[in-house]
C-alpha cells in the first residue's frame, strides 16, 4: 500500500537559519507530487509542485524553493529563513493522470522565531 | 489564490443533528473534493465529486454540485462528536489538475 512520509513534524528554527523539510512517498511511482502551507486557522496554499523528477512547478513568489532528486522524494527548501516562513507545511501526492483525491502528510509545524 | 470559499466559517452542533456546509468557486473545474482536518494533523480525502455529476454518497456523507451556480454542500448526517474537524473543499481544474483549496468550516459537535 502507498505511504507518505512527512519529517520533523515540529520545528523551531532562528531567522536566518537555512530549512530543508523531507517528504517520501512509498509503494507507488511517478507520483505528483505537491507542498502546501497552512497559516493558523486558514486554508491551504500551494507553494510548489511537481509532475516528474528534476521538473518544479512554483505557484507563489516567495523565500522557499523545492527540489525533487528521486521520483519519491520531495524537498522543501529556504537559506534563510524569515519570520513569515511560519506556518503548517504540508506534502501531498496523487497518482499522475487522474484527478483523484490526494493523500496528506502528517505535517511539519515551523515556527522561526 | 483560493478558489474555493466556505461557508459557514463555523458550526456547532449536537451529536444526532445534521451538518450541513457550503462551497463556493469562482472558475470551471475538472472536480470538486472535500477534505476533513483533524486539529494539527494532515487532511484526510473524504470525497470527489466531479464535473458531471449532481450528487454523490459516501456513507453519512452527500455531496451536491450545482455547476451552474458554481457551488458544492457537503451533508453529514447523524452527526457524531468524532465529527468535530475542519472541513475544506478543493477544486480541482487545468492540465495538471491542481487543487485549490477554501479557507474551511470548522465544526464543532456537542455530546
Known amino acids: 500500500s502507498q505511504t507518505i512520509h512527512q519529517w520533523p513534524a515540529t520545528l523551531v528554527q532562528p531567522v536566518g537559519s537555512p530549512l530543508s523539510l523531507e517528504c517520501t512517498v512509498e509503494?507507488?511511482?511517478?507520483?505528483?507530487l505537491y507542498w502546501y502551507r497552512q497559516a493558523a486557522g486558514r486554508g491551504l496554499q500551494l507553494l510548489f509542485y511537481?509532475?516528474?523528477?528534476?521538473?518544479i512547478s512554483s505557484e507563489v513568489p516567495q523565500n522557499l524553493s523545492a527540489s525533487r532528486p528521486q521520483d519519491r522524494q520531495f524537498i522543501l527548501s529556504s537559506k534563510k529563513l524569515l519570520l513569515s516562513d511560519s506556518g503548517f507545511y504540508l506534502c501531498?501526492?496523487?497518482?499522475?493522470?487522474?484527478?483523484?483525491?490526494?493523500?496528506f502528510g502528517s505535517g511539519t509545524r515551523l515556527t522561526v522565531v | 489564490s483560493q478558489q474555493g470559499e466556505e461557508d459557514p466559517q463555523a458550526l456547532s452542533i449536537q451529536e444526532g443533528e445534521n451538518a450541513t456546509m457550503n462551497c463556493s468557486y469562482k472558475?470551471?473545474?475538472?472536480?470538486l473534493q472535500w477534505y476533513r482536518q483533524n486539529s494539527g494533523r494532515g487532511l484526510v480525502h473524504l470525497i470527489l465529486?466531479?464535473?458531471?455529476?449532481r450528487e454523490k454518497h459516501s456513507g453519512r456523507l452527500r455531496v451536491t454540485l450545482d455547476t451552474s451556480k458554481k457551488s458544492s454542500s457537503l451533508l453529514i448526517t447523524a452527526s457524531r462528536a468524532a465529527d468535530t474537524a475542519s472541513y475544506f473543499c478543493?477544486?480541482?481544474?487545468?492540465?495538471?489538475?491542481?487543487?485549490?483549496f477554501g479557507a474551511g468550516t470548522r465544526l464543532a459537535v456537542h455530546p
Open positions: 478543493a477544486t480541482s481544474s487545468g492540465g495538471y489538475n491542481k487543487l485549490i
Open positions: 509503494g507507488t511511482s511517478n507520483p505528483n
Open positions: 501531498a501526492w496523487r497518482a499522475p493522470a487522474t484527478g483523484g483525491g490526494y493523500t
Open positions: 465529486i466531479r464535473s458531471n455529476e
Open positions: 511537481s509532475v516528474g523528477i528534476g521538473q
Open positions: 472558475t470551471s473545474i475538472n472536480n
